[in-house]
T-cell receptor, first 114, second 117 residues
Framework: DGGITQSPKYLFRKEGQNVTLSCEQN?????MYWYRQDPGQGLRLIYY???????QKGDIAEGYSVSREKKESFPLTVTSAQKNPTAFYLC?????????????FGDGTRLSIL | AQKITQTQPGMFVQEKEAVTLDCTYD???????LFWYKQPSSGEMIFLIY??????QNATEGRYSLNFQKARKSANLVISASQLGDSAMYFC??????????????FGQGTTLQVKP
């Protein structure tokens, strides 16, 4: 089945540690996105990528980094510079070029501070 | 500014009744797409329904329909015959034409729906 796989489902970070969240899609979508969601809140865009080897900052990129070396993969690193990383992280992908393409989401990763 | 507004933080509905979740949007683009997503407590985002700005008929998908009023810039989601499994958070989102190349969506803050037995 085509879809988006995020791993791990739960992740714990120690102070001063960088952690990487995985996102893989087999939908052959060009664009991929990372969102952060705090409890009871909406989605905020961290980074997005329209094409391999290129990505752009979203609304809350500080303290995060990404790479897009393959079309299928868009890992997110939460760096030690992100002082409040506890949140639910969602990865999404979509086709581009028209307005009628929905974003498809993974099941998310819950990140907590130890 | 391009924006989505969902004014109902929380809603209750009795099982088997219909419920309307409100969504208003702001854009100067003539071409845009509107989407609704469902987020159960488990966290995944489920795409429900799409409405294009040039679509003449309101979109329908099973028990979901979209009450699209372009002049009022509203795109309300109607869920008919509510079921207990409809209890979730619902997000309205917009893709303006200017974002078609990036695929970026603008999301509202969401409405939490609780279905009572």
């Amino acid at each position: 089945d085509g879809g988006i796989t995020q791993s791990p489902k739960y992740l714990f970070r120690k102070e001063g540690q960088n952690v990487t969240l995985s996102c893989e899609q087999n939908l052959n979508h060009d664009a991929m996105y990372w969102y952060r969601q705090d409890p009871g809140q909406g989605l905020r865009l961290i980074y997005y990528s329209q094409i391999v080897n290129d990505f752009q900052k979203g609304d809350i990129a500080e303290g995060y980094s990404v790479s897009r070396e393959k079309k299928e993969s868009f890992p997110l690193t939460v760096t030690s510079a992100q002082k409040n990383p506890t949140a639910f992280y969602l990865c999404a992908s979509s086709n581009t070029g028209t307005t009628n393409q929905p974003q498809h989401f993974g099941d998310g990763t819950r990140l907590s501070i130890l | 500014a391009q924006k989505i507004t969902q004014t109902q933080p929380g809603m209750f509905v009795q099982e088997k009744e219909a419920v309307t979740l409100d969504c208003t949007y702001d854009t100067s683009d003539q071409s845009y797409g509107l989407f609704w997503y469902k987020q159960p407590s488990s966290g995944e985002m489920i795409f429900l329904i799409y409405q294009g700005s040039y679509d003449e008929q309101n979109a329908t998908e099973g028990r979901y329909s979209l009450n699209f009023q372009k002049a009022r810039k509203s795109a309300n989601l109607v869920i008919s015959a509510s079921q207990l499994g409809d209890s979730a958070m619902y997000f309205c989102a917009m893709r303006p034409h200017g974002s078609s190349n990036t695929g970026k969506l603008i999301f509202g803050q969401g409405t939490t729906l609780q279905v009572k037995p």
